[in-house]
């Protein structure tokens, strides 16, 4: 791991630092050990409720996700939404960006190639695909086993911080907020994306696992506007793509 890259983390608990220790990582404060796996640190605690059933659950479709969500948009004929809510994103030059919940990577083929990117999930097997469509696409990105609720990362390690996709489903929603705008630079816009309702209407429709982990709803999914602390500023929420999903964003002052 580079210099560069160690300097910005920390223990997600007890935000100490970290050094090397042969080739896992270490809290200088405490000693406590996070092992590092195929190159990628592994910061992922104990996981209870809605978490870990979602990591079961991407765990298990990593391998097919991306020719699901490829073959998704050609059957219903739906454009690429990425571009709409990564526009929403505010990139300087040369920028430090993180993506919670990187899953596959497939938002970075989108985003500006002299970034330095960095990519939490809390699924292994995401961020094994993750690797691999990187080599494919000839793209390089600091990835981290981690949950929402606990970045590995010390305040104001970024400049640009996002989510798309996952938060509905998380366990704490404000603490996962909470962490975004703690590693945040002063002045970065933070951009929060997901659907707004399952649109499938004939659940049978879909397969028995989709059916079970993302139930129809006949409730509108919240924007969860409420979890924004009180001193962000702009904080500004609209339906994008269609009505598809909602888009939330504000700058930490
Ligand atoms: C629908 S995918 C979206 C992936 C990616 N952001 C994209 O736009 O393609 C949701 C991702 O959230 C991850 N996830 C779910 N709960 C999480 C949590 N508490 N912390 C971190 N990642 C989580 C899943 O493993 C999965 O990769």
């Known amino acids: 791991m580079e210099d560069h890259v160690l300097s910005l983390l920390c223990d997600p608990d007890t935000r100490y630092s970290l050094e090397r220790a042969g080739t896992n990582l270490r809290n200088t404060a405490t000693g406590r050990i996070y092992p590092i796996r195929d190159g990628i640190p592994l910061f992922v605690s104990t996981l209870t409720g809605p978490n870990l059933k979602y990591q079961t659950l991407y765990d298990r479709i990593a391998p097919g996700y991306d020719l699901a969500e490829s073959l998704y948009h050609w059957i219903r004929r739906k454009p690429n939404y990425r571009h709409e809510f990564l526009s929403e994103l505010e990139i300087k030059p040369q920028a430090t960006v993180l993506e919670v919940s990187v899953g596959t990577g497939a938002n970075l ?102 059916r079970e982990s993302f139930p129809v709803r006949s409730d509108k999914v919240r924007c969860p506007i409420e979890f924004v602390p009180p001193e962000m500023k702009d904080v500004s929420a609209r339906e994008i793509c269609g009505g598809k999903f909602y888009c939330l964003t504000f700058r930490k002052p």
């Open 109 to 210: 083929r989108f985003l500006p190639h002299d970034i330095t990117f960095y990519g939490i999930d809390i699924s292994w097997g995401m961020l094994r695909k993750c690797e691999r469509n990187l080599l494919k696409w000839r793209r390089k990105a600091h990835l981290f086993q981690a949950e929402a609720e606990r970045l590995p990362f010390k305040v104001g390690a970024f400049d640009c911080v996002f989510h798309a996709g996952g938060i509905n489903y998380f366990t704490d929603k404000a603490r996962a907020i909470k962490e975004m705008v703690w590693v945040a630079k002063p002045g970065t816009k933070i951009v929060i994306v997901d659907e707004i309702e399952r649109t499938v209407r004939d659940s049978s429709q879909r397969s028995p696992i989709l």
